[in-house]
């Protein structure tokens, strides 16, 4: 079975785009959990731009699923978490200027500081994820620093413009994920995914959890937010079970 993570992020984006109340992005993860959500994501950035303290402090009190913050290594944003005590901290890259978390954290570049946001946030109690592109010296660097999990960007994938791209993608993500577990890793992905993407990459044996927002958000735009997360729970059953046949049949994964 793989989890599934609803950001409920674009939720606040769309609610700040007119300085308002609403739409809430609390009661946006209500009715994902309603809907089968695993577990609900947030990203508390510096500039607070979508998500806000009051939604972190609202969101921990509510949220009966799994809560995965998505953090800066920021000393400050990093303090907050310990005191907030989510479920599980992921730390994530994070420029002023992007619409959306855009590539992976270089956990190698950072290690140093990113060994010490570890180090505080698995001393409040907290697991904790790395944000990294499906490479190989990410991954080492990320068992090196001790996280518990990592999630792989799948950006590479879903911007992918032809079949012969995609399927290097795909190739990338399965070496990835074999070496995310030789590291005994949990292995994590998300960004990008859409339901018209996501099952190649849900096929892929290995994956615990996947973290979509943007494409749930947009489609409960149309269908309300409790059908489009069981339409996305109902794909990545599907490809769970058709990954699981491939490997009962003892066929390589690849694309």
């Known amino acids: 079975m793989i989890l599934l993570g609803v950001n409920i992020d674009h939720i606040a984006t769309v609610r700040q785009a007119r300085g308002a109340d609403e739409p809430d992005p609390v009661w946006a993860a209500v009715e994902a959990e309603l809907g089968g959500a695993d577990g609900i994501t947030f990203h508390l950035r510096e500039d607070r731009r979508h998500v806000s303290d009051r939604d972190a402090e609202l969101l921990k009190q509510t949220v009966a ?13 990093v303090r907050i978490a310990t005191r907030l005590k989510p479920d599980q901290c992921t730390l994530v890259p994070e420029k002023r200027q992007e619409l959306t978390t855009e590539g992976g954290l270089d956990v190698a570049r950072l290690k140093r500081r990113v060994v010490e946001a570890v180090k505080k946030l698995k001393g409040a109690g907290l ?68 339901y018209r993407n996501v099952d190649a990459v849900a096929e892929i044996a290995g994956f615990t959890e996947f973290n979509i927002g943007h494409s749930i958000v947009a489609r409960a735009l149309l269908v ?32």
């Open 65 to 77: 699923a799994k809560l995965n913050m998505e953090l800066a290594i920021d000393a400050r944003i």
């Open 127 to 194: 697991e904790t994820s790395a944000f990294i592109e499906p490479d190989e010296d990410q991954i080492a660097a990320a068992a090196e620093c001790r996280f518990d999990a990592i999630e792989l960007w799948t950006g590479g994938y879903a911007h992918a413009k032809t079949r012969r791209a995609r399927e290097r993608e795909i190739d990338r993500l399965v070496k990835a994920v074999d070496e995310g577990l030789e590291h005994g890793l949990v292995v994590h992905a998300g960004h990008g995914l859409t």
């Open 224 to 255: 309300g937010m409790r059908e489009a997360v069981r339409e996305m729970k109902h794909l990545l059953d599907r490809a769970a079970s058709r990954a699981l046949a491939f490997l009962e049949a003892g066929e390589p994964q690849s694309a």
